[in-house]
């Protein structure tokens, strides 16, 4: 069995005549690992968060923090530490003392909780700023404070709400490789919570996209991209198309389909399937091709550009496929110094595939 | 500079100039009688009128040595340092709860809490007075202050309702979350962060508490409040002038608090901008 730092089982929480805000979630998250809550606004991702922290307490279920039943354990005795979304650096005090808030009640001898202090300092850069006022630092420099004041307290958890959000972007992905690189140089535990999906696959060892208070997919950066377990992950997650199939047939690895615009089109075959069923064949617009010139073999549709945006690394092609109302988004990698127009817009095009890149969804 | 008269004034015109005397009368119409106080109390005459007669510091000699009056004084400060000291204890603990807390029908406690603001003071004396009675209480000051903590807790829980709005309740679940308890966490965080409202609050209360007549007039036992005492003078001419002296000393002691009292609230109010919470 895994080394399972918090395992949060069946929890729900409801408020005080709301709806659900989680919903029966169940996660596990392993001792050491990058772990990051994923999900539009709205979805529950603080609450869970703040579950684990212990501001606020589970309706149903149980969250083990280390092994230890948590629900009657209030925030400040537990072994977890959290960078609030607002920083939540203390006003009146300067920015050593808002680091050594926590470590004063520790009873560590001057000596010894100045060194701490002085260290987290200088790991976050910021030698010589402790006597700066909270109000006297930048946005990217509260953050850092935050996250000392946490970090100083050895957490065995730390738990991050949206750190990022209020930083511009430049910013925002320096911070982004900092914040991996001090995981991994601390090796504590961090659940980090965001809406920024670029953000998520970039950094975290594990994600849990969640939705509407339920967690849908658990799994890699990479696993999440390409195998997405359901429609609302595989669109959630970067860009998607959807064609809506029908099976026409099962030949042992190999599945015949048929969907609006695509009409018969290959697939390797998923579990449980058999002939009629309705099923939603996805693929990324990046795995999509076109040519001007009508291919020999392989699969491929017929379709006119309908738009195109040059983002310079790539361009986006919206293509009309004669009977599919939404038109079909291809990215083509700009890998040739080229500066004439890719395709004509007045002639057909070709999108081309390779069925291995399919994603079949239930729907 | 140009001799043209700028821009501003331009624009401002005639308007400009008569709003200008509008508000030298307002503050003249405001606080001319007030200055007649210290300026009569130095006056060599009994009857408070015009032409002076001459300086003198013998109405303060009388007001010093006047006994009752020192008695009504001290009564009034006595009642007022309680009243402030409960009143923003209860102002302080109902300004939490309203803020940090959701509770049902949170609203009509507010409500509640609020309502003595706007009942009119005579009703709610003589209601007072009608409950003491029935409650076979003596009168007393105790009775006294009890009408006043009623009247001004809700002075006191508006000013530190909206000083704790004011700041990022996650501050507090921070100082938790790095381990402190709740009521430590009201010591490191939330006390200093709300101390300039508890000063005004303290000051507000005390004058409110220290200038009230009404609740005063039928709460007292034997001892009279100031107000009362000086209302009750009134009667005897040759006793106003040490009323006035009193009155000079008092003025210029509210004066000094309420700039105590809005100096604190200020540097409250700027250290927050700065702050800024995201
Ligand atoms: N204290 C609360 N009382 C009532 N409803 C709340 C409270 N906190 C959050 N909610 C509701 O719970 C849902 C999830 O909120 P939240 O966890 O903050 O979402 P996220 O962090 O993913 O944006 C929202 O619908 C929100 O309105
Ligand atoms: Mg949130």
Redesign the interface.
């Known amino acids: 069995m895994a080394d399972y730092i918090i395992r949060i089982e069946n929890v729900t929480k409801q408020f005080?005549g709301g709806a659900k805000a989680v919903d029966g979630v169940s996660v596990n998250i392993e001792r050491g690992e990058f772990f990051s809550l994923l999900g539009p606004s709205g979805c529950g991702k603080t609450t869970l968060l703040r579950m684990i922290?212990?501001?606020e307490f589970p309706s149903e279920g149980e969250i083990f923090i280390d092994g230890q039943a948590s629900s009657l354990i209030?925030?400040?005795?537990r072994p977890?530490?959290?960078v609030?979304?607002?920083?939540?650096?203390?006003?009146?005090l300067n920015v050593f003392d808002n680091i050594a808030?926590?470590l004063r009640?520790?009873g560590l001898p001057g000596k010894e909780l100045n060194r701490r202090v002085e260290e987290s300092l200088a790991m976050i850069k910021l030698t010589g700023f402790g006597k700066r006022?909270?109000?006297?630092l930048s946005?990217g420099q509260?953050q850092r404070v935050a996250l000392a004041?946490?970090l100083v307290?050895r957490p065995k958890v730390l738990l991050l709400d949206e750190p990022l959000g209020?930083l511009d972007k430049k910013l925002r992905e320096e911070m982004q490789i900092e914040l991996r690189q001090l995981q991994k140089s601390v090796g504590i535990t961090f659940v980090f919570v965001t809406h920024d999906q670029e953000e998520a696959l970039s950094m975290s060892d594990r994600i849990a996209v969640m939705s509407k208070g339920d967690v849908l997919q658990i799994a890699g950066p990479k696993e999440l991209y390409e195998a997405p377990n359901c429609i609302e992950v595989a669109s959630f997650i970067g860009n998607i198309n959807l064609i809506n199939a029908t099976v026409k047939g099962v030949n042992g690895g190999e599945i015949a389909l048929e969907g609006p615009g695509f009409g018969s089109f290959g697939a390797p075959s998923i579990e449980g399937v058999k002939a009629g069923d309705k099923i939603v064949a996805a693929i990324r617009p990046e795995k999509l091709s076109l040519t001007a010139q009508k291919p020999t073999s392989g699969a491929f549709v017929e379709g006119m550009i309908k738009a195109s945006a040059y983002l310079g690394d790539r361009s986006h092609h919206q293509v009309f496929v004669k009977g599919r109302d939404e038109a079909v988004s291809v990215a083509a990698q700009n890998m040739e110094r080229e500066m004439s127009a890719d395709f004509d817009a007045s002639k057909p095009v070709y999108v081309t595939w390779d069925p291995k890149s399919l994603i079949l969804l239930k729907s | 500079m140009t001799t043209k008269p700028s821009r501003e004034a331009k624009r401002m015109g005639d308007a400009g100039g008569g709003l200008a005397l509008f508000a030298i009368a307002y503050l003249l119409f405001l606080y001319v009688p007030v200055l007649f106080l210290p300026l009569f109390s130095f006056n060599d005459s009994i009857f408070v009128s015009f032409p002076l007669q001459g300086f003198t510091t013998k109405w303060y000699e009388q007001m010093f040595a006047d006994e009752d009056m020192l008695k009504a004084l001290i009564a009034s400060l006595q009642v007022g340092g309680v009243v402030a000291i409960a009143s923003t204890i209860l102002g302080l603990l109902g300004a939490k709860a309203v803020t940090r807390y959701?509770m049902?029908g949170q609203g009509a406690v507010t409500g509640l809490i609020m309502l003595p603001l706007f009942i009119p003071e005579i009703i709610l004396g003589i209601s007072l007075l009608i409950l003491v009675n029935a409650l076979d209480i003596p009168l007393s000051l105790i009775t006294v202050a009890i009408g006043h903590i009623m009247l001004c807790t809700p002075f006191a829980m508006a000013v530190l309702t909206s000083r704790l709005d004011g700041?990022?309740r996650?501050?507090e679940?921070?100082?938790?979350?790095?381990?402190?308890?709740p009521w430590?966490t009201f010591w490191?965080?939330t006390f200093?962060?709300a101390a300039p409202g508890i000063v005004s609050s303290l000051l507000l209360a005390f004058i409110v508490s220290f200038d009230e007549f009404l609740l005063s007039f039928f709460l007292q036992g034997r001892q009279p409040t100031l107000p009362v005492y000086i209302w009750s003078q009134l009667r005897f001419p040759s006793k106003l002038p040490s009323v006035l002296s009193l009155g000079a000393i008092i003025l210029i002691t509210s004066c000094v608090l309420v700039f105590f009292a809005e100096w604190v609230r200020q540097l409250g109010t700027t250290?927050?901008r700065?702050?800024?919470?995201?």
Do not use: C
């Open positions: 005080a922290a212990g501001f209030p925030s400040y005795k977890t530490n959290m609030f979304q607002s920083y939540a650096i203390f006003p009146h808030y926590g009640k520790e006022r909270g109000d006297q946005g509260r004041r946490a307290k209020a | 959701r049902p700041f990022d996650s501050l679940e921070a100082s938790m979350d790095l381990g402190e308890t430590m490191r965080v200093p962060l250290g927050d700065k702050v800024g919470v995201a």
